[in-house]
């Protein structure tokens, strides 16, 4: 396995849920994919959950090298997490595009929130 790319994020949870409380859907959907919604929206508290995906998504852009662009956008990037397994974050579209290119064929993730952060880690790897 080699590491082509890196990256690493931190969200405010307390920013976030004032993002969301101001935009609400147009932002959640803009950003997260509906089964991304759907996980959240099953918790208690969504927005820590929101919060640990947006920094996902923020560091897999930066694993990447790209940022919002060369036409990536953030629905993309979407993390996935079945009961019992440890988060994945698949690609799709120009970012699967631009990670193959960086010779990455799947990213790596790992997610925690605790008080008022979450934070996120990705790593591009090819086998």
């Known amino acids: 396995m080699t590491i082509t790319g890196i990256g690493v994020d931190l969200v405010n949870i307390p920013r976030m849920r004032e993002v969301i409380d101001r935009w609400q859907d147009r932002f959640l959907e803009r950003?997260?994919?509906a089964q991304e919604i759907a996980y959240c929206r099953g918790r208690r508290d969504p927005v820590p959950h929101f919060?640990?995906?947006f920094a996902a998504k923020e560091a897999a852009l930066k694993a990447l090298g790209t940022?919002?662009?060369l036409g990536v956008n953030w629905r993309e990037l979407e993390v996935r997490r079945e009961r019992g397994q440890a988060p994945e974050l698949v690609l799709s579209g120009r970012s699967r595009e631009i990670g193959r290119s960086r010779g990455?064929?799947?990213m790596l993730l790992t997610l925690t929130h605790e008080g008022e952060y979450a934070l996120a880690q990705a790593m591009l790897v090819g086998d």
């Open 67 to 69: 940022g919002l662009r």
């Open 31 to 33: 950003v997260f994919t």
């Open 51 to 53: 919060a640990a995906r």
């Open 104 to 106: 990455g064929s799947r």
